[in-house]
């Protein structure tokens, strides 16, 4: 079992930076993949980034050239940078890690863009 804790939600206003943090415990070296997703209010889940064990990334277009993922090995934590916020990036943000088998999900962080 892996477990998924993610912070660093809040108000911001559109054009600032918000740095989302995931922490996870319990079977983390079974991870292969781990990654941020989002749902904004009656809209579906989607991918924003992910990252592989070997930090490999991959961005959903909307996230390209303002967000940043990353990942610190001996934290078994991983980071989603967001800048250039917009109102549209409105939404609770969820961590989530992959193994082989199994796929894990945090609770999420509300992250709201608005003046």
């Known amino acids: 079992q892996v477990q998924l804790v993610e912070s660093g939600g809040g108000l911001v206003q559109p054009g600032g930076s918000l740095r989302l943090s995931c922490a996870a415990s319990g079977s983390v070296g079974s991870i292969n993949v781990m990654g941020w997703y989002r749902q904004a209010p009656g809209k579906q889940r989607e991918l924003v980034a992910t990252?592989?064990?070997?930090?490999?990334?991959n961005y959903a277009d909307s996230a390209k050239g303002r967000f940043t993922i990353s990942r610190d090995n001996a934290k078994n934590t991983v980071y989603l940078q967001m800048n250039s916020l917009k109102p549209e990036d409105t939404a609770v943000y969820y961590c989530?890690?992959?193994?082989?088998?199994?796929?894990?999900w945090g609770k999420g962080t509300l992250v709201t863009v608005s003046s």
């Open positions: 990252i592989t064990s070997g930090e490999r990334t």
């Open positions: 989530n890690a992959r193994s082989l088998r199994l796929e894990y």
